[in-house]
């Protein structure tokens, strides 16, 4: 069996700001740190770092390199990144503010080159019971979803960043879906509790295992195992919450793809969320699995 995480890779020019610049104001940041990221990069390495060996598919352009020497060195398999000499690679500018929290700006660059002869290509390289992790930051993710699926893949999607071309994939393709509530409600146009949102999921991935993550309040599983909740993890301090959601992804797919339950998933990727908002950066704060195991089991002998 074999992880195909097909998505973006792409640099984070991360500004240390007050507060996020508002209409018409010139602000000054405190500082800039330039990081390797994308959704597909981070979500790859997190599942390389909870034990699962990932080819990650995507496409960089000439600064690019950086990018692939970091999920290289993190034991990723590059084989199937393309090289084009324009546009750049993808890149993001992210603001965070002094309590951790973010707003990203994304310039999608090589990202969004990938066409329906690369899809086919990669592919042919998959065979039924594969996995398949994407996210929306690349192009041609309607003809992925559908190709893959006629393979016989088994296809997780993280809908992050929503946006409106989203709706043309065929969400009865999905067999797991890992989301926020905001990206819930703005999916199904719920404005009510979670167990409304729930059932809403359900109607609109009707063929998916459904895992909601509620930032503090920890996040939820529904699916075949029933609905199972997990509290969050408290942290003493959030120093920057990039890429959270992204270790969440990556943790819970692994443990899923090891054979362990619904409950046990969500507890390890909440616990290495948890460690990730403690760090700056995207990729870089993705903790490695001894680190998240002993957070998981002393958390466990506290409660
Ligand atoms: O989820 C965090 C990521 O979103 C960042 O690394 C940035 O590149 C954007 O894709």
Redesign the pocket.
């Known amino acids: 069996m074999q992880v195909l995480s097909f998505g ?1 890779l ?1 640099l ?1 020019y991360v500004y240390q700001v007050d507060h996020f610049v508002q209409k018409g104001e010139t602000l000054a940041s405190t500082g800039l740190q330039v990081f390797c ?3 597909g990069l ?1 979500q790859s390495l997190a599942l390389q770092k909870a034990g699962v060996t990932v080819r990650h598919a995507g496409v960089i352009g000439p600064d690019g390199q950086i990018l692939l020497d970091m999920l290289e060195k993190a034991g990723v398999d590059c084989s199937l990144v393309q090289r084009v000499k324009e546009p750049r690679s993808g890149n ?1 500018i ?1 603001q965070c503010d002094r309590q951790g929290d973010n707003c ?1 700006m ?1 310039y999608g660059g090589a990202n969004q080159v990938v066409d329906e002869a690369m899809v086919d290509e990669i592919l042919n390289e998959f065979v039924p019971g594969d996995y398949l992790l994407v996210q929306n ?1 690349i192009s041609s993710l309607p003809y992925l979803v559908r190709r893959a699926h006629e393979r016989g893949m088994y296809i997780v999607l993280n809908p ?1 960043p929503i946006d409106e071309g989203l709706f043309q994939l065929d969400f009865s393709m999905i067999d797991l879906i890992i989301l926020n509530e905001i990206e819930g409600k703005a999916l199904t146009g719920c404005a009510g509790d979670i167990e409304e949102l729930l059932e809403r999921l359900c109607g609109v991935f009707p063929c998916a295992e459904i895992v909601l993550t509620l930032g503090e309040d920890g996040s939820i599983y529904h699916g075949k195992e029933g609905t199972i909740r997990e509290k969050g993890c408290r942290v003493r301090q959030v120093v920057d919450t ?2 959270a ?2 270790t969440f992804t990556g943790y819970y797919l692994a443990e899923r793809i090891r054979g362990r339950s619904a409950a046990e998933a969500l507890r390890t990727a909440s616990c290495a969320s948890a460690i990730a908002v403690t760090r700056k950066g ?2 870089v704060s993705i903790p490695e699995l001894d680190e998240v195991q002993k957070f998981t089991s002393d958390l466990q002998e506290s409660r």
Do not use: C, Q, V, W
Request: glycine fraction near 16%; charge should be negative; proline fraction near 0%.
């Open positions: 973006s792409n984070d990221g994308g959704k981070n993001a992210i990203i994304l930051e992050s990039t890429a959601g992204d995207a990729s």
